[in-house]
């Protein structure tokens, strides 16, 4: 698998992080963080502990959207970087964490 990363002019990448910044304060991050659960391991880390990941990161043409970002707890998003959510899946599966099915 070949990696793919568009060049991110940067005043998009300014323009998306305050788009992220202004949907962190919204109510709907805010239900969306309530149960304190990572999307990706699935722990229970509380609310005060999750940080906002794009599935599809900035710097692989994702935008900041309801459906392109996700709580993780700060675990998950370090080790995930920019990895989109294909490559992420593979890596779990060659650490043995996900199934095969």
Request: charged fraction near 30%.
């Amino acid at each position: 698998m070949s990696d793919y990363y568009a060049p991110v002019d940067p005043e998009v990448l300014k323009r998306e992080r305050a788009k992220a910044r202004a949907l962190r304060q919204s109510p709907w991050w805010k239900r969306r963080i309530a149960d304190g659960v990572c999307h990706y391991c699935r722990r229970r880390v509380g609310h005060r502990h999750l940080t906002m990941d794009h599935l599809v990161p900035l710097g692989r043409g994702g935008r900041t959207t309801r459906g392109n970002v996700v709580p993780a707890c700060k675990t998950c998003n370090t080790k995930k970087q920019s990895l989109v959510p294909v490559e992420w899946e593979e890596y779990l599966r060659a650490l043995g964490a996900l199934g095969d099915d």
